[in-house]
């Protein structure tokens, strides 16, 4: 299957404490926290760390259909809350899940689920022209809850006909005891924005001249002339307008934010990631290609870091160490899928920290 190429950026916005007692959530709604909502015909999966193989914590939920595809298709991701471990790619996992609403329905049936409810609901809503991602009527949504979960995992064994991938040693069965000890964070709504419908508020944009104004007398840069030397104005031109803090990339990540600081997460698949910091030469070749079919990554989402202030334990207990500048996550270009498959497949998380946690280590 073809991917669609998402032509305008959408904006991921927090929009509220998602009230269990009020709400129950589903694969459809779109979340920071809480426990991740599986598809009804996909076994549940607990990644754990690459780095110190301890339980991950659920980070985000996207609900992401292809334009012109017969899938709904979900994206969760994870991250290890060691500190040891913040901050790298490795203590990242995100995985895509998808089925048909005819398996969706045949599995709520077969796990007797409450009588499914008429579903006027295009899998384009997402990514073509949405304004809502699960704010509105969340009231109405208990019939999609789905099966209850259970506590034990279901491992992917490789399949030579399917071609799926075994990733089971990334994934551990967990008891009761060990699921009360993975961090749960708090849930919140997030709603979305065209970045496009941004531009042009003259009741925010004095404010963010401002802000900008400030910036560039602070770094002793002016963001426009950056642009312009990235964009082929010669090295020398680059020099005269590089920031005190030598980091042009990150001076167009704030000049990017500054229309809304508040973002947490940007959306936009096919299209060009935004970097809080210079990139790797060589990022194209970091970036592996798919696991299960072999073909190409495109980029897809990305977390921003107003997200990290509200990543705060669901228990109240001690904050979990969580930080990050932005992380990156690519998936395959085809989002190749087989049918009747109840495992997930695993993208590529890119990680970058943000630059000014170095200036306090």
Not at 213 to 225: K, N
Not at 266 to 280: A, H, N, T
Request: include cysteine; hydrophobic fraction near 30%.
């Amino acid at each position: 299957m073809a991917s669609t190429v998402q032509e305008s950026t959408l904006i991921g916005l927090c929009d509220g404490d998602l009230d269990c007692k009020r709400y129950k959530s589903s694969y459809l709604t779109n979340k920071v926290g809480g426990q991740p909502d599986w598809l009804p015909v996909i076994s549940q999966h607990f990644p754990r760390c690459r780095r110190c193989g301890a339980p991950s914590a659920h980070v985000v939920q996207v609900y992401c259909p292809l334009e012109a595809s017969p899938f709904h298709r979900i994206l969760h991701l994870f991250a290890c809350t060691h500190a040891e471990c913040s901050g790298h790619s490795e203590s990242w996992t995100v995985l895509r899940s998808q089925s048909t609403e005819a398996e969706v329905a045949a599995a709520q049936t077969r796990t007797r689920c409450a009588p499914p409810q008429e579903i006027n609901l295009s899998t384009t809503d997402w990514c073509d022209g949405a304004d809502d991602w699960g704010v509105e009527g969340e009231e109405s949504k208990d019939a999609w809850g789905g099966p209850e979960q259970n506590t034990k995992v279901s491992l992917t064994e490789e399949n030579p006909q399917t071609g799926e991938v075994d990733i089971s040693t990334r994934f551990q069965d967990l008891t009761l005891a060990q699921l009360k000890d993975v961090p749960v964070f708090r849930a919140f709504f997030i709603s979305v924005v065209e970045e496009s419908d941004l531009h042009g508020k003259d009741d925010h944009m004095e404010h963010v001249q401002e802000l900008l104004r400030d910036y560039e007398r602070r770094e002793g840069a002016v963001v426009g002339q950056l642009e312009e030397s990235d964009a082929g104005g010669g090295e020398e031109k680059y020099e005269k307008s590089r920031p005190k803090h030598g980091d042009a990339a990150f001076c167009r990540f704030m000049k990017t934010i500054s229309l809304c600081p508040e973002q947490i997460l940007r959306y936009c698949r096919g299209g060009k990631p935004l970097f809080i910091s210079k990139p790797p030469s060589n990022m194209g070749d970091l970036v592996l290609a798919c696991s299960s079919c072999g073909g190409s990554r495109t980029f897809e989402l990305q977390l921003m870091p107003a997200l990290v202030s509200l990543l705060q334990r669901k228990d109240g207990g001690s904050e979990a160490e969580l930080e990050f500048g932005t992380v990156l996550v690519y998936t395959c270009t085809n989002s190749c899928w087989t049918s009747g498959s109840n495992s997930v497949q695993e993208e590529f998380c890119y990680v970058q920290p943000d630059p000014d946690q170095r200036l306090f280590k």
